[in-house]
């Protein structure tokens, strides 16, 4: 029964994991007035929020699409790290495959841009990626190590 569930969590989580690279490289595959279509409103309506709470800050259009290049990173980085885990099994593998796994996707994710009217490949926006990717590899990896030793613990005290 062990190795359905596990099969399944495969699955489910490499199917999720692939939407999300697909999700990344579609959004670089808008043109720039597409783009900036879909960031707008994003930034029309975390101003609006910060207005209302009375926080006299107002965000550019950049801040958002940078904050946002990192949080999509971020979710494909868990993504990413519990997929790959649950092939390897072991967290220093774990993160040698999974970090270098989330740069090609950043890399070919900034390549694409190439592509579409008014976008550009920036290195920038590379590091911004990884970073998310290893922000989130890192806190995926602790919460993993954490979830071990309450394990083993719970294993010394019933055996």
Do not use: W
């Not at 597409?34 to 550019?60: A, Y």
């Not at 550009?120 to 922000?135: A, H, P, Q, T, Y």
């Amino acid at each position: 029964m062990g190795n359905r569930k596990s099969t399944a969590a495969r699955i489910i989580l490499t199917v999720l994991t692939v939407t999300a690279v697909a999700a990344i490289f579609y959004n670089s595959s808008l043109s720039a007035v597409e783009s900036t279509e879909q960031s707008s409103p994003l930034t029309e309506l975390i101003n609006s929020f910060l207005s209302s709470l009375h926080i006299p800050l107002t965000l550019e259009e950049t801040v958002i699409r940078k904050a946002a290049h990192f949080t999509e990173y971020a979710v494909l980085g868990t993504l990413l790290t519990v997929t790959v885990h649950l092939y390897v099994k072991k967290r220093s593998r774990t993160l040698l495959l999974a970090l270098p796994l989330g740069a090609v996707v950043a890399v070919c994710d900034e390549l694409i841009q190439l592509f579409p009217a008014g976008r550009s490949c920036e290195v920038r926006d590379m590091l911004i990626d990884f970073c998310g990717i290893l922000f989130a590899a890192l806190i995926v990896t602790l919460i993993i190590s954490n979830i071990e030793k309450r394990r083993n613990k719970k294993g010394m005290k019933e055996g």
